[in-house]
């Protein structure tokens, strides 16, 4: 009882330190791409394929030419203003991939389905 109660402890101190770090949990489906001093983040992200997508752009500096987002295929661009969540939905999701563009074509991101 003393060995496992000792392995608990050091598991519980190991993800208080960070070693067990976890993203946060997202809506089933929905994707998380902020805009940062570096771009899109993630700039690459897998998903399920053929599975209904919904993107969710967070723009969160006005540092870079990201204000706007065009997707691929699908010759949309939609408007991203600053620390506003935009959500992008995809019904039919993707069956391979899906490239993101800026307005300048300077910074980009896809979707690859799996």
Excluded: N, W
């Excluded at 998380?32 to 570096?38: E, K, Q």
């Excluded at 997508?53 to 939609?78: E, H, N, P, S, Y």
Aim: net charge neutral; with cysteine.
């Amino acid at each position: 009882m003393k060995a496992s109660c000792g392995a608990a402890l050091a598991i519980l101190l190991a993800c208080s330190l960070g070693s067990c770090a976890r993203s946060k949990p997202q809506p089933a489906g929905e994707v998380a791409i902020s805009i940062t001093d570096d771009g899109f983040e993630p700039a690459r992200s897998v998903v399920p394929k053929g599975t209904p997508l919904t993107l969710v752009f967070t723009r969160q500096t006005d540092q870079t030419c990201v204000t706007d987002v065009t997707i691929g295929r699908l010759g949309k661009t939609v408007a991203l203003p600053i620390h506003q969540p935009v959500r992008v939905e995809l019904p039919a999701g993707i069956e391979d991939t899906l490239s993101f563009t800026c307005p300048m074509d300077m910074y980009r991101g896809m979707l690859q389905a799996r």
